[in-house]
């Protein structure tokens, strides 16, 4: 081989191996999202999965993350079964090698699937679950969801003042991790105001009856119901307290399970009054807030409720902790996340030292009116 003939080859071969790098460089950085895409919790988990592809769909769009990768979403439906959850985050780091994983949607499945996550290093954020003890599972799990303990106090306070509320009767369903944290959020803060539990009422997340329950409470001449419930159950119990007479003077009060439009979807007209914590409201003021709600309702042309919010300010903190770790590495991103300043449609965010929201600052209080949230006057 004369000499001639070796730099061509040479350059042949810098040439495919510049290519080759450019190729790699290109390739999508996958990350997995674990959701209710059906069964009962499937109306928060397609909210979630909207917010997801409308930010990551901005983000591409914009040059993507870590000098021009686009983020390449893969959904895995656990339809609120943690046996699914699990199942879905083996296959998910196992199979499909995601970097990182967003999701489960409940509390209940991040119990389950976030050990998956932490023992392989790899980061996992809920957004959606508010339970206590979520980010104690280990040093990989996050979350970018307000916990109920943040949450309740302000929307009971709220109530109270408004209202007069001097006795209540408090529900929950027994047999979902995040509905009892709930409760006990609501049963501590009743106790420290000083307002009187005057029975407490238990149910299933499946049940459809609650006039035992219901029943029993409309002879105790309470001021307000207070309801620890997802919005199947939810929606279903505040029909009913009304159809069993109990007046709309007598306000329910619901924990972040009734932050859905389907519990107004199920009740109708007897949700108005309903009233609610959340860390995000469709009418926010700002640009930001404003662009994000145009976009979604063009994009799905639906309204967009708190779980697609926090859903769409998560892949953004997710992407800009990409860009902060400089490559999509597993254990320089959940580094990278702890440094989070984001400032989104929730308002300013970081995570604190138990890899949770760092304040609490943009909770409002809402309440239904006509099928949509209002803010609480």
Request: aromatic share 8%.
């Amino acid at each position: 081989m004369n000499r001639r003939t070796v730099l061509a080859a040479a350059a042949v071969f810098s040439a495919t191996a510049a290519l080759s790098g450019l190729a790699v460089a290109a390739e999508p950085v996958k990350v997995g999202a674990i959701e209710c895409l059906t069964g009962p919790a499937a109306k928060y988990g397609t909210m979630i999965k909207a917010g997801f592809d409308l930010a990551a769909e901005e983000i591409n769009a914009k040059g993507g993350i870590l000098k021009g990768r686009t983020i390449e979403l893969i959904y895995e439906d656990s339809a609120a079964q943690k046996e699914q959850a699990i199942n879905a985050a083996k296959k998910l780091i196992g199979r499909d090698h995601v970097v990182a994983l967003l999701g489960p949607t409940l509390s209940n499945e991040m119990f389950a699937a976030g050990p998956v996550a932490n023992e392989r290093g790899l980061p996992i954020i809920g957004t959606s679950n508010t339970a206590k003890g979520i980010t104690d599972i280990g040093e990989f799990v996050f979350r970018t969801s307000l916990p109920e303990s943040d949450v309740l106090p302000v929307t009971l306070k709220k109530a109270q003042a408004k209202f007069g509320i001097k006795k209540v009767a408090l529900l929950y369903s027994n047999d979902d991790a995040f509905t009892k944290s709930g409760f006990d959020v609501f049963k501590e803060t009743l106790e420290k105001l000083g307002i009187e539990i005057a029975t407490i009422e238990t149910f299933s997340v499946k049940d459809t009856d609650f006039s035992p329950q219901l029943t029993k409470i409309k002879s105790l001449n309470v001021d307000a119901l207070v309801v620890s419930a997802l919005a199947e159950a939810g929606g279903g119990l505040v029909l009913q307290a009304r159809q069993l007479g109990i007046p709309k003077t007598v306000p329910i009060i619901g924990g972040n399970g009734f932050n859905s439009p389907k519990i107004a979807e199920i009740a109708g007209d007897s949700a108005d009054g309903v009233i609610i914590g959340s860390p995000w409201f469709i009418a926010k003021e700002g640009a930001q807030n404003k662009n994000f709600v145009e976009s979604f309702r063009k994009k799905y042309n639906m309204d967009p409720d708190q779980f697609a919010a926090q859903a769409y300010d998560t892949m953004y903190i997710l992407a800009a902790a990409f860009d902060r770790a400089g490559e999509a590495d597993s254990k320089k991103l959940r580094d990278a996340l702890t440094k989070t300043d984001n400032n989104g449609l929730l308002g300013p965010f970081k995570f604190g030292a138990d890899r949770s929201p760092a304040t609490a600052e943009g909770v409002v209080v809402t309440t239904i009116k006509g099928g949509k949230f209002t803010l609480l006057q």
